[in-house]
């Protein structure tokens, strides 16, 4: 009985020492395509301002609208690329500045079609939140929603009451069957919201009607 005490005990330790094995391998190789990916951002990021800056110049001898939509692009891909979201919070100000120019380009695309209304209350400016939260919604309005209709415009607002900021949204939901959502955008959003904010953040959203609303609630913001 004791041997086969020891022999059971034995097992088991070899057992974990080879799950241990099999996890740190996973985790080198994690983290090697990590440090690839994030090579790979380094030289990519280059390669693609150095692109758009090219077109650019060529582009504007012919046509200022098309030039001026290559400069809001590339403002705002060299936001996304460079805004570190793990370490540091934004003024919410920085960020509406790059969802303006979002919905700019989108207005170039649509022929001046686009119906929103964005609105940023003065005390929220300056307030200290996780970037891309606010971008990310701006992408989601554009993919799903319908802009077109003036009696029912989209909205995005940003409001603060007594350290108690409120990101709002709401947009007619495109109906082309073209149009699909996996809701993981949203999903990133409420997961990093969790890890920065736990209790004090909550994210809601519902369809009301044809319109699709999405709000966020944090509490004890700070500047």
């Given at each position: 009985?004791?041997?086969?005490?020891?022999?059971?005990?034995?097992?088991?330790?070899?057992?974990?020492?080879?799950?241990?094995?099999?996890?740190?391998?996973?985790?080198?190789?994690?983290?090697?395509?990590?440090?690839?990916?994030?090579?790979?951002?380094?030289i990519?990021?280059?390669?693609?301002?150095?692109?758009?800056?090219?077109?650019?110049?060529?582009?504007?001898?012919?046509?200022?609208?098309?030039?001026?939509?290559?400069?809001?692009?590339?403002?705002?891909?060299?936001?996304?690329?460079?805004?570190?979201?793990?370490?540091?919070?934004?003024?919410?100000?920085?960020?509406?500045?790059?969802?303006?120019?979002?919905?700019?380009?989108?207005?170039?695309?649509r022929?001046?079609?686009?119906?929103?209304?964005?609105?940023?209350?003065?005390?929220?400016?300056?307030?200290?939140?996780?970037?891309?939260?606010?971008?990310?919604?701006?992408?989601?309005?554009?993919?799903?929603?319908?802009?077109?209709?003036?009696?029912?415009p989209?909205?995005?607002?940003?409001?603060?009451?007594?350290?108690?900021?409120?990101?709002?949204?709401?947009?007619?939901?495109?109906?082309?069957p073209?149009?699909?959502?996996?809701?993981?955008?949203?999903?990133?959003?409420?997961?990093?919201?969790?890890?920065?904010?736990?209790?004090?953040?909550?994210?809601?959203?519902?369809?009301?009607?044809?319109?699709?609303?999405?709000?966020?609630?944090?509490?004890?913001?700070?500047?």
């Amino acid at each position: 009985m004791s041997y086969l005490e020891v022999s059971r005990s034995a097992t088991e330790l070899e057992k974990q020492r080879l799950l241990e094995i099999i996890k740190n391998e996973r985790t080198t190789a994690a983290l090697k395509s990590a440090e690839n990916s994030f090579l790979r951002a380094q030289i990519n990021p280059h390669f693609l301002f150095n692109t758009l800056g090219y077109i650019h110049y060529h582009i504007n001898k012919h046509s200022k609208e098309a030039a001026d939509a290559i400069i809001q692009l590339s403002d705002v891909m060299r936001y996304a690329i460079n805004v570190d979201d793990k370490e540091t919070q934004i003024s919410i100000i920085t960020e509406m500045a790059q969802i303006e120019k979002l919905f700019c380009l989108q207005q170039m695309r649509r022929k001046n079609l686009m119906n929103i209304s964005i609105y940023i209350e003065e005390e929220a400016e300056q307030i200290l939140f996780i970037p891309m939260v606010l971008l990310t919604l701006a992408e989601n309005m554009v993919k799903h929603g319908d802009f077109s209709e003036r009696e029912s415009p989209a909205v995005f607002s940003v409001t603060l009451n007594h350290n108690t900021l409120r990101i709002f949204t709401r947009n007619l939901i495109n109906q082309s069957p073209s149009v699909e959502s996996s809701g993981q955008g949203i999903k990133n959003i409420a997961t990093r919201l969790q890890y920065t904010y736990g209790e004090e953040a909550k994210l809601s959203s519902r369809i009301t009607g044809e319109c699709f609303e999405l709000e966020i609630i944090c509490n004890n913001v700070s500047h």
